[in-house]
């Protein structure tokens, strides 16, 4: 089942199958990504900067090359050495296990771990394209609230949540890049702390948003009260959580239970910055190696126990090819001594959603 979430992003589904569409969720779509990107240019116009304390100055201080190389040149030499300034920085790599991280991009109560990857860039187009490149996406969190949060580091979390974020150096850097060149032709500061809260951080507001949808599809077919949050914007900010949740209570009606494929179920449960939940859910297709494998649990142990609760006994006949090797897999990753670089109580949260699959499915 852990493949459902690492299989390459282009490839077609391996089943027939239908998917159905809810045309009113266009509609709530075209408005929220409307309203994400006044946002973004909000924010791209103000003048603003994170602690030059913050983990991710320091990444592109100790990255930093000379601008003035060609792109090529400029993205080689980031590529040559960036997996040993994470190290460094604790990320995790393919070639280092990494830590977490404390409150990188909320006030209080967020753990956080970084997974370093590298993304397919059209890197002939980034010159034009390079405002709305996202070098972090979130790919793992626990919240429900829709609000737009920036990722600037000043919200306060009620509880101690767990977040997992794929970061593309390169990509950040060359990112920086443009920024820097920009900057430096109008006469503008090129402190990359002004970058990180002007570009990179708005730009991850897509990706919290599709999860917290999905977060809130998962409390609404528990029946349980999703947590109201506001997150107040300098500027008016229109809410679209009833529409959504109206959407959200049609598809668990259709297909909490139903006999349908999970490919089927991904495809169907729509998002914002991603198409579908089919790309929320996906994590970066590189290999996971010893190091970097605790990540696959960490990230999505939760959401696999949310959908075995999700597509009940006829979801689970359905789907017995993926769940047949399961069992073998959580034992695979449970016993990563990579685990362990959690604080006790997020590692007991995941192991208690691991002994409760098991619950379900068996031992085998």
């Known amino acids: 089942m852990f493949d459902l979430f690492t299989k390459y992003y282009k490839l077609p589904p391996s089943r027939d199958f239908t998917i159905k569409k809810y045309s009113r969720m266009d509609y709530v779509k075209r408005m929220m990504v409307s309203e994400i990107a006044r946002l973004k240019k909000y924010y791209r116009n103000r003048e603003r900067g994170v602690n030059n304390s ?29 997996l040993y300034t994470v190290k ?8 280092n296990d990494g830590f977490y991280h404390e409150n990188l991009f909320f006030s ?31 790919v793992y969190h626990e919240l429900t609230d829709i609000n737009y949060y920036p990722m600037f580091g000043t919200m306060e979390l009620q509880d101690q949540a767990l977040f997992v974020y794929e970061i593309d150096i390169i990509l950040l850097m060359a990112q920086y890049r443009y920024w820097s060149l920009e900057r430096i032709e109008n006469n503008m500061s090129t402190n990359p702390t002004r970058f990180l809260a002007m570009y990179v951080m708005p730009n991850m507001i897509g990706s919290m948003t599709d999860l917290a949808i999905l977060n809130r599809l998962f409390k609404i077919n528990k029946q349980e009260e999703i947590p109201k949050f506001r997150f107040e914007h300098p500027i008016q900010v229109m809410d679209f959580t009833r529409d959504i949740d109206r959407l ?7 297909t909490s ?11 169907t449960i729509p998002a914002i910055e991603q198409e579908n939940m089919d790309g929320v859910l996906r994590l970066h297709k590189q290999f996971f190696t ?22 009940g006994k006829k979801g689970e006949v359905k789907n017995k090819d993926e769940l047949y090797y399961l069992p073998a897999m959580i034992r695979r990753l449970e016993n990563r001594s990579t685990t362990v670089r959690l604080p006790g109580v997020q590692l007991a949260k995941l192991d208690s959603y691991t002994f409760k699959i098991k619950e379900i499915i068996g031992k085998r």
């Open 54 to 82: 913050h983990m991710l100055n320091r990444l592109i201080s100790m990255c930093s090359s000379n601008i003035e190389l060609s792109d090529m040149a400029y993205r080689a030499t980031i590529k040559a050495s960036y």
């Open 88 to 95: 460094q920085l604790e990320i995790v790599s393919n070639i």
């Open 108 to 138: 209080k109560n967020a753990i956080e771990v970084l997974y370093a990857v590298e993304n397919d860039v059209d890197w002939f187009t980034l010159e034009k394209t390079w405002r709305d490149a996202i070098p972090i996406r979130c």
């Open 248 to 254: 959200l209570n049609s598809i668990n009606y259709d």
């Open 257 to 267: 239970g139903e006999d349908l494929y999970l490919e089927q179920l991904f495809l």
């Open 290 to 311: 010893r190091q970097s494998e605790w990540i696959l649990w960490v990230s999505r142990i939760r959401y696999i126990y949310d959908l075995m609760l999700y597509i």
